[in-house]
Structures are given as C-alpha cells and as structure tokens.
C-alpha cells in the first residue's frame, strides 16, 4: 500500500520559514516525480511546486518562486519543501503527491491520480 505523509507544519510568523517533509512508503521513490499543493480556506487547492524523479530539475508557481525550495533524498523516501519569507497569503493545508511523470503543469490530471498524502497545515500569523 502506498502512502504519503506530510510533516513540518505549524504557526510562524511573518516573515518566518519552516521545512516540510514528504514521507512516502510502498513505492519505488525514485520512480515518481514529488509534487507541492496547498489550499487556504475556502480557496481552491492550487500547485506549489515540483521536483523531477532523481531532484535535478525543479519548478515552482509565481506565488513561491525564490521563496520555497523543493528536494529529495531518494535513499530517505522523502521530499522536502523549505519554505522562507513567509506571510499570510501562505497559509494552508500542503500536501505532497506522486506523478510517474515530471508535469509541471501542476493542474493536470496526472497528479490529481496519483497517490496523496494527509496534508500538513502551516498557519503564518503574528
């Protein structure tokens, strides 16, 4: 059985940073592209960023670009997403998902098939 667990959310302030952990267990890990979603409340879930199967490419939405980074350990199972210079407009659930393919279009369809994790919030209030 597959599963995905996100790890690393919680309160920060303005400005603040936490790291994510994206867990994963019954699978090939390095098989799969990782993928970052969040969504705020009452908002639509929306894509965050991606890392590519071995970590050597990577893409983020204009939101987080320069601001959050996303890596991998593949002997770990885990992907990582650090997150700096947070504000409010960041919080939400995330959530990570597997991709057999490295899409960057974060909407499609091969993502929303693929295996998800619970999801972590992250609150960023003063």
């Known amino acids: 059985e597959v599963q995905l667990q996100a790890f690393g959310g919680g309160l920060v302030q303005p400005g603040g940073y936490l790291r994510l952990s994206c867990v994963a267990s019954?699978?090939?890990?390095?098989?799969?592209?990782i993928g970052w979603f969040r969504q705020a409340p009452g908002k639509e879930r929306e894509g965050v960023g991606c890392?590519?199967?071995?970590?050597?490419?990577?893409y983020y939405a204009d939101s987080v670009k320069d601001r959050f980074t996303i890596s991998r350990d593949n002997a770990l199972n885990t992907a990582y997403q650090q997150m700096d210079s947070l504000s409010p407009e960041d919080t939400a659930v995330y959530y990570c998902?597997?991709?057999?393919?490295?899409?960057?279009?974060?909407?499609?369809?091969?993502?929303?098939?693929?295996?998800w994790g619970q999801g972590t919030l992250v609150t960023v209030s003063s």
């Open positions: 019954g699978l090939s890990f390095g098989d799969y592209a």
């Open positions: 890392i590519s199967k071995s970590g050597s490419i990577t």
């Open positions: 998902a597997t991709n057999p393919f490295f899409e960057v279009s974060l909407g499609h369809s091969s993502w929303a098939s693929g295996s």
